[in-house]
């Protein structure tokens, strides 16, 4: 970044040290000499052990990035005439309360006259105040994409933009409207998506066909070679590609296992993808869009089963539907929440004579004794259960004296579902509901978007 009035050699720049090849400045500013910070600490995934690579003078990576900023940091200090260099020795974001090597070695092996300051700044804690955006006329356009118009809706909500405003509508905003969205995939992220685009490249080539165990079988001795392609397909850096591989192994294997053990069963297809407008009443009526995308979609004895394979932590049993709805419960409810909208997206687009069965995986349990897919809901003490269900329900609510029942067939449960999502879509589509920060700090911990509302 440069900034100049009329000659750019006069003028300011703000740059990195790689930018600074071939240029020379009389007087250099280093803002953030703090050990961490400069050089930046790196991390990269090899094969092979740091160890190894250290011993037998190998290619370190993070060498190299050292080497690299030492080098410009050097050539800076050649043909400036004044240097002031920075660090704080109070530890913050990602550096140290150290100062860096390179001024450590500039301190002890250069000849050149270091002057030393010490500058103390009493920061004034000031109260964060609160963030509200308020629905104007430029936000209500950018919530207008999901609206069905004659030349057709831009874009359509998904039930995990449903979750995000009900865990905190400032999120929602920064998400979906303003799409920040977040770059860097974590391990479990990773875990999950491998899972998904594994079991999609298994089962895709038999979608619409019935699945008996031999044919389970056989996709069990491609499990290797699919995980394989779907590793080598990753874009991005891997944060440890032999651990995934080995852990993707062992759960598909797993995976299939429950298959050959549930087969026969008819395969209606994997990532479905599905789309529908829900009308909402009120001072305007405004059509929404909604979609999502199932993972997969089977029928198994006259019953359909609507599938969603979950990586990460998952609740499977909710006391109620209005609790879905609930943004203080919404953190334990998330997969039965997006279970619920997948069976209606279902049932709305193609209705269904035979049972609709939310199928939730909790790929965490797999190898746990009470192992039971599903999802379930809190009986009356006095409700009525079947014995084969009376058992699952023990198991879950041995803690809380509580019975739960497995939902075989959802569709019973669809239409308060639908009146708690009309409730909520008009929340969201309403001008005088700003877009708040949510008051579960809970929330914030894993949220993105926390250094913007200053809540780090």
């Given at each position: 970044?440069?900034?100049?009035?009329?000659?750019?050699?006069?003028?300011?720049?703000?740059?990195?040290?790689?930018?600074?090849?071939?240029?020379?400045?009389?007087?250099?500013?280093?803002?953030?000499?703090?050990?961490?910070?400069?050089?930046?600490?790196?991390?990269?995934?090899?094969?092979?052990?740091?160890?190894?690579?250290?011993?037998?003078?190998?290619?370190?990576?993070?060498?190299?990035?050292?080497?690299?900023?030492a080098y410009g940091f050097y050539r800076l200090l050649q043909r400036a005439q004044n240097i002031c260099c920075y660090f704080s020795q109070k530890g913050h974001l990602d550096g140290s309360g150290e100062m860096s090597r390179l001024l450590l070695q500039l301190t002890?092996?250069?000849?050149?006259?270091?002057?030393?300051?010490?500058?103390?700044?009493?920061?004034?804690?000031?109260?964060?105040?609160?963030?509200?955006?308020?629905?104007?006329?430029?936000?209500?356009?950018?919530?207008?994409?999901?609206?069905?118009?004659e030349e057709g809706a831009v874009s359509s909500l998904t039930p995990s933009a449903c979750i995000s405003y009900l865990s905190c509508p400032l999120q929602f905003y920064f998400k979906y409207l303003l799409q920040l969205r977040q770059t860097v995939a974590t391990e479990?992220?990773?875990?999950?998506?491998?899972?998904?685009?594994?079991?999609?490249?298994?089962?895709?080539?038999?979608?619409?066909?019935?699945?008996?165990?031999?044919?389970?079988?056989?996709?069990?001795?491609?499990?290797?070679?699919?995980?394989?392609?779907?590793?080598?397909?990753?874009?991005?850096?891997?944060?440890?590609?032999?651990?995934?591989?080995?852990?993707?192994?062992?759960?598909?294997?797993?995976?299939?296992?429950?298959?050959?053990?549930?087969?026969?069963?008819?395969?209606?297809?994997?990532?479905?993808?599905?789309?529908?407008?829900?009308?909402?009443?009120?001072?305007?009526?405004?059509?929404?869009?909604?979609?999502?995308?199932?993972?997969?979609?089977?029928?198994?004895?006259?019953?359909?089963?609507?599938?969603?394979?979950?990586?990460?932590?998952?609740?499977?049993?909710?006391?109620?539907?209005?609790?879905?709805?609930?943004?203080?419960?919404?953190?334990?409810?998330?997969?039965?929440?997006?279970?619920?909208?997948?069976?209606?997206l279902f049932q709305s687009l193609h209705g269904a004579d035979n049972a609709i069965m939310p199928y939730l995986i909790p790929i965490r349990e797999f190898f746990l004794a009470h192992y039971t897919p599903g999802i379930f809901i809190q009986q009356p003490d006095n409700?009525?259960?079947?014995?084969?269900?009376?058992?699952?329900?023990?198991?879950?609510?041995?803690?809380?004296?509580?019975?739960?029942?497995?939902?075989?067939?959802?569709?019973?449960?669809?239409?308060?579902?639908?009146?708690?999502?009309?409730?909520?879509?008009?929340?969201?589509?309403?001008?005088?509901?700003?877009?708040?920060?949510?008051?579960?700090?809970?929330?914030?911990?894993?949220?993105?978007?926390?250094?913007?509302?200053?809540?780090?």
């Amino acid at each position: 970044m440069l900034f100049h009035q009329d000659n750019p050699v006069t003028g300011l720049y703000i740059i990195e040290v790689a930018e600074s090849y071939n240029l020379d400045f009389e007087h250099v500013f280093f803002l953030d000499m703090n050990e961490g910070c400069f050089p930046k600490v790196t991390h990269h995934d090899s094969f092979l052990p740091y160890d190894l690579c250290h011993s037998f003078g190998l290619p370190l990576a993070d060498k190299v990035a050292e080497n690299k900023t030492a080098y410009g940091f050097y050539r800076l200090l050649q043909r400036a005439q004044n240097i002031c260099c920075y660090f704080s020795q109070k530890g913050h974001l990602d550096g140290s309360g150290e100062m860096s090597r390179l001024l450590l070695q500039l301190t002890f092996d250069s000849k050149l006259k270091i002057i030393e300051t010490h500058h103390s700044i009493n920061l004034l804690e000031r109260p964060v105040a609160a963030i509200a955006i308020q629905k104007d006329d430029s936000v209500m356009q950018l919530l207008d994409r999901f609206l069905e118009k004659e030349e057709g809706a831009v874009s359509s909500l998904t039930p995990s933009a449903c979750i995000s405003y009900l865990s905190c509508p400032l999120q929602f905003y920064f998400k979906y409207l303003l799409q920040l969205r977040q770059t860097v995939a974590t391990e479990d992220v990773q875990l999950g998506i491998l899972f998904h685009d594994v079991m999609a490249r298994l089962y895709r080539p038999f979608a619409g066909s019935q699945i008996d165990t031999n044919m389970v079988r056989q996709l069990q001795s491609k499990i290797k070679v699919e995980i394989a392609e779907a590793i080598a397909a990753w874009r991005t850096p891997l944060s440890a590609p032999m651990l995934l591989h080995a852990l993707l192994e062992k759960l598909l294997g797993r995976m299939l296992d429950l298959d050959d053990a549930a087969a026969p069963f008819t395969l209606l297809g994997v990532e479905v993808a599905m789309k529908q407008s829900i009308m909402l009443d009120g001072e305007i009526a405004r059509k929404v869009w909604l979609s999502g995308t199932i993972d997969r979609i089977d029928r198994q004895n006259h019953c359909v089963r609507i599938i969603d394979y979950k990586t990460g932590r998952s609740n499977c049993k909710i006391s109620s539907i209005v609790n879905l709805f609930d943004p203080g419960k919404i953190k334990t409810n998330k997969a039965v929440f997006q279970l619920f909208f997948y069976a209606w997206l279902f049932q709305s687009l193609h209705g269904a004579d035979n049972a609709i069965m939310p199928y939730l995986i909790p790929i965490r349990e797999f190898f746990l004794a009470h192992y039971t897919p599903g999802i379930f809901i809190q009986q009356p003490d006095n409700g009525p259960l079947s014995k084969a269900i009376y058992d699952v329900a023990i198991e879950f609510g041995k803690r809380s004296g509580k019975k739960y029942q497995q939902i075989e067939d959802i569709k019973e449960y669809l239409q308060p579902f639908e009146e708690g999502l009309k409730g909520l879509l008009v929340e969201i589509f309403n001008p005088t509901i700003p877009f708040a920060q949510t008051e579960d700090l809970e929330i914030c911990g894993y949220c993105p978007y926390v250094r913007i509302c200053q809540r780090d």
